[in-house]
């Protein structure tokens, strides 16, 4: 429905509501009435699915929950975008009660707008402003009969509004979008002030070590967050707030009995009697902590019950990563940060679900849904292990809507695994899930044995783990899967691991535990520069039963760098890639800069045919798009350099690639490919400088280049020399290296793509650029891999030099290198042996080489020529045309179509 037809027919929605209203019978209506015949009606008009026939849970009925509820949920992509407060005609919509039970539900719900709304009238009010009153806190209000003479405004309440986020920017202009701090970040402020306030206060009245203070404290607000989580969904009466009314002394230990009440009627090991309980604690600080558990100084309630598991999750993944008062405050720095650990946002959470357990569940009838084992090997505070109970629990609900308590309870105990090295982390995740099964007093199940706190990289007996760590093998807290979860591996592994392993770069991973990684032979596919996350997918793998399901989102570093290489050989030969979703351009996670992608595994070996779909969103609001993406053979991925998994490929550019692959041979059968020298002195640690002059007085001094000196067919020497003392360098590399005509390649591209120039001048070099000598050249250097065979000999021969730099700085063979060779701006020799070179005949070569040989001559005189000059612009002119001449010459010999130009050019 267009814009224009929803005009008209909410404009016969107002006549029927006027006829009515002329009879006197409009205030007879109910609100199920109103409801049905006027307000769904509106919002179905303004383009929402109401009764969810074409979509998944567009708009819901809330549940009523501790009497605070509203009446519908607005979800856009899976997200609530906004929550409606429906009244009877009857209902003086002016009463502050009902626009403060819609804001203070909103905000709950991390939601910022709402709408009270009874047909006659509309009220948006905005919930990220404190409740203080209707103007403050209203944005728009709109009477029925202004609906069609101010239908731009109540066009902002439609579902294609919210997809160009209208009504925020409407807002926004008008400055009533000032954002608040939103529940999780609110509460995340609470928490860490009542902690502080609480560890000083026990602290200063009982002798504690900080392990014990940590943990004892933690252990308080978790039971605490507990209690009123009861107390919300009306379970347990508002004992908390009993105690800060009370005005009685001995607040601490009426808290403690509280605890005790809590552990006979729910025996969970949250309440198991705990050391903290024995502690003093003044009851100031006792009240004030209460007091802040319901409502927050800027005037908003705390509603427990309606807090997502996702919002705790948040919460908790930011209060895990302060460490009390050990490091100086400079220092003191979040430490799941410094462990590469980011709490993962719902949309990405619930995308991974769908994917992989969503998946497993179309496949499992209702008998056999308790075999189904879940894992999250590095778990945190259990945001994908909340999330799958969820997927499970919907499922079981479809088939039988009476689901008793006790199933759920069994979901827990069945269904879910998680271990995590951090044992704060443990207990918050087996709290998270206990609180999804909150609904009544009821015994509930202990967790521990699903819930494990361990290291999930480390496993082996006591002998192994000894020789490997020494005495203190212990400490590293290994976490042996088969022996931990018998369950799932009499079964022959676990359906779904999924998860966000931490990400740890190698500098910050211990000496002894990457020792252990690289030479224990747990970790096959694992060498060199490894990122922690790289273990996580092997081992996770490897624990994943046959035709099991797993995805992970990790760096996208995965899909290209060299020290995944293994990995991704191993799982495109060895699995079936389901889906990839590229995230580069989404900025995932708000504290980190880092890229992500997620990958979406099946463990079965894949077939000649087997398609990946591959996604790029540039919003997350694409993550879903059905339409979106292409499917590329995974077969294509096993063939490219290093397995890399390109994601912009589609068939076009793949038909250009094999087109250029099908004729050509590659540089490294031609010439020898390496990095120039390295002239630090690696014992002493002395710089280049040392060796470095800007005179000549000895033959040991020779001319030198570096990175910066190189562009396309251009080197500028500064008339600088290097003193060539190999035995004074870290890596000399050999004179004929440099003594011999070569072609120089810049270490780090630019938006020119690959720079290339011809050395005829015996320039030495340093590291910054790859130098390349035909084989002929340098088989007499007595290097131990500078012997060629014949056939690179005799091709190193037959192809000239200046020919083959036409083709590197060709825009041919940038396309190649920046779909298939490169991961960023780096130029490595890898990529540069394994460029491809047309076979040209004699001929067809001395046509490029001659324009390369004016290219140089005409770059050598722009350089010499002032800027701004008629002759330095003609000569750019010149060189612009002979840069096409040389392109179309390298197309010519492929046969490229203007179509495949057209692509290989954009």
């Known amino acids: 429905m267009t814009k224009q037809e929803a005009k008209q027919q909410i404009q016969k929605l107002v006549e029927k509501y006027q006829r009515i209203a002329e009879t006197g019978k409009i205030k007879t209506y109910n609100e199920a009435q109103t409801r049905n015949e006027f307000i769904e009606p509106l919002f179905e008009f303004l383009g929402w699915d109401m009764r969810n026939l074409t979509t998944d849970n567009e708009v819901t009925t809330e549940e009523n929950i501790s009497g605070g509820r509203v009446d519908l949920a607005f979800r856009f992509n899976g997200i609530p975008a906004l929550f409606l407060e429906a009244k009877a005609m009857k209902v003086n919509l002016d009463e502050w009660k009902w626009a403060e039970q819609a804001i203070n539900y909103s905000w709950n719900k991390s939601v910022t707008w709402a709408i009270l709304t009874d047909f006659e009238s509309i009220k948006i009010f905005n919930a990220e402003i404190p409740p203080k009153s209707i103007s403050q806190n209203l944005f728009i209000e709109l009477n029925c009969r202004d609906f069609i003479n101010r239908f731009d405004q109540l066009w902002l309440l439609s579902k294609e509004s919210f997809e160009q986020k209208l009504l925020d920017k409407e807002a926004q202009k008008w400055g009533k979008l000032t954002l608040r701090k939103q529940v999780g970040e609110k509460l995340f402020e609470d928490l860490m002030s009542w902690r502080i306030l609480l560890t000083k206060d026990l602290k200063k009245q009982n002798n504690l070590t900080d392990e014990e203070l940590d943990e004892g404290v933690q252990r308080i607000l978790d039971r ?134 969503g998946e497993v ?86 967790l521990q044995h699903n819930i494990s ?112 290489k293994e990995l991704r050989a191993w799982i495109l030969k060895e699995f ?134 190189v562009g396309r067919y251009r080197m500028s020497w500064r008339g600088i020399y290097l003193d060539y003392l190999p035995k004074q360098m870290h890596r000399p590399k050999f004179p004929e290296l440099f003594e011999n005509e070569k072609i120089i390649v810049r270490n780090i591209s630019t938006k020119e793509g690959l720079l290339a120039v011809l050395d005829s001048d015996k320039n030495y070099t340093n590291d910054t650029v790859s130098l390349c000598v035909p084989w002929y050249l340098i088989q007499s ?69 001659k324009k390369a040989q004016t290219m140089l001559e005409l770059q050598k005189e722009l350089q010499a020529t002032s800027a701004n000059t008629d002759k330095h612009n003609s000569l750019k002119l010149e060189i612009e045309k002979l840069d096409r001449e040389i392109d179309e010459a390298i197309y010519k010999l492929y046969g490229f179509t203007a179509e495949e130009i057209r692509t290989i050019e954009k």
Not at 540 to 554: P, R, V
Request: with cysteine; proline share 3%; aromatic share 10%.
């Open 224 to 357: 605490l967050i507990f209690i009123r989580t009861a107390e919300d969904r009306k379970i347990e009466p508002n004992v908390l707030l009993g105690i800060s009314r009370s005005g009685k002394a001995n607040a601490y230990k009426q808290l403690a009995k509280v605890f005790r009440d809590f552990d006979d009627g729910f025996n969970s090991k949250l309440f198991a009697p705990h050391y903290c309980e024995e502690w003093k604690a003044s009851d100031k600080t006792i009240v004030e902590v209460i007091k802040g558990l319901y409502e927050t100084k800027d005037g908003y309630r705390y509603d427990f019950s309606v807090i997502s598991a996702d919002v705790l999750g948040g919460m908790y993944e930011q209060y895990l990563g302060y460490v009390q008062g050990r490091k100086s405050e400079e220092k003191q720095k979040s430490k799941r940060k410094s462990q590469g650990i980011y709490y993962t946002p719902k949309y990405i959470v619930e995308y991974l679900i769908k994917e992989t357990l």
């Open 361 to 446: 569940l179309k496949k499992t009838k209702p008998k056999e849904l308790a075999k189904i084992k879940i894992l999250d090997p590095a778990c945190g505070s259990g945001s994908f292990l909340t999330a799958a109970y969820d997927k499970i629990l919907e499922t079981l609900t479809k088939h039988n809507p009476q689901t008793s308590l006790f199933t759920k309870f069994d979901i827990l105990k069945e269904n879910i695994f998680g271990v995590d090295l951090d044992a704060q982390a443990v207990e918050i995740a087996q709290l998270n899930l206990l609180l999804k099964v909150l609904s009544q007093k009821t015994k509930l199940p202990t």
């Open 453 to 564: 706190s361990g290291n999930s990289l480390v496993s082996g007996n006591a002998e192994k783990l000894e020789k490997h760590f020494g005495s203190d093998f212990r400490e590293q807290r290994a976490f042996n899967f088969e022996d931990e979860f018998k369950d799932a591996f009499e079964q022959g592994g676990f359906d779904v691991i999924i998860g966000n392993p931490p990400y740890v770069r190698p500098e910050k991973v211990d000496k002894i535990e990457r020792d252990y990684f690289l030479n224990s032979g747990e970790y096959e596919k694992t060498f060199g520069r490894f990122d922690l996350y790289i273990l996580f997918v092997e081992k996770a793998l490897k624990l994943l039963k046959q035709g099991g399901y797993f995805s992970f989102i990790i760096p996208s570093s995965f899909l290209n760098q060299n020290y995944a």
């Open 576 to 709: 079936e890639i389901l889906h990839i979703v590229d995230l580069s351009d989404v900025k995932v996670f708000r504290e980190a800069s880092v890229q992500t992608c997620i990958v979406v595994i099946r463990k079965n070996k894949s077939t000649r045919n087997h398609k990946i779909l591959i996604k790029k969103p540039i919003d997350v609001s694409e993550l879903e798009n059905k339409n979106g993406g292409n499917c590329i053979l995974q077969s294509i991925f096993i063939e490219m350099p290093q397995s890399m998994i390109r994601t912009d490929l589609n068939d076009q550019v793949i038909s250009i690639i094999e087109k250029v692959n099908g004729t050509s041979i590659k540089m490294r059968d031609i010439c020898y490919v390496v990095i120039g020298s390295v002239p630090h002195d690696s014992k002493t640690g002395a710089s280049k400088d040392r060796l470095i002059s800007n005179s000549k007085d000895k033959t040991t001094q020779k001319q030198y280049l570096e990175g910066k000196d």
């Open 781 to 849: 250097a007595g290097q131990r891999d500078t012997d060629p065979s014949m056939k690179q000999a005799d091709n190193s021969r037959k192809l000239q030099l200046k020919y083959l730099l036409g083709i590197i700085n060709s825009k041919l063979l940038n396309f190649y290198f920046k779909k298939i060779l490169s991961s960023n701006l780096h130029v490595y020799p890898e990529a540069i042996r394994n460029l491809p070179i047309y076979y040209a005949t004699p001929a067809e070569q001395e046509k490029i080489a």
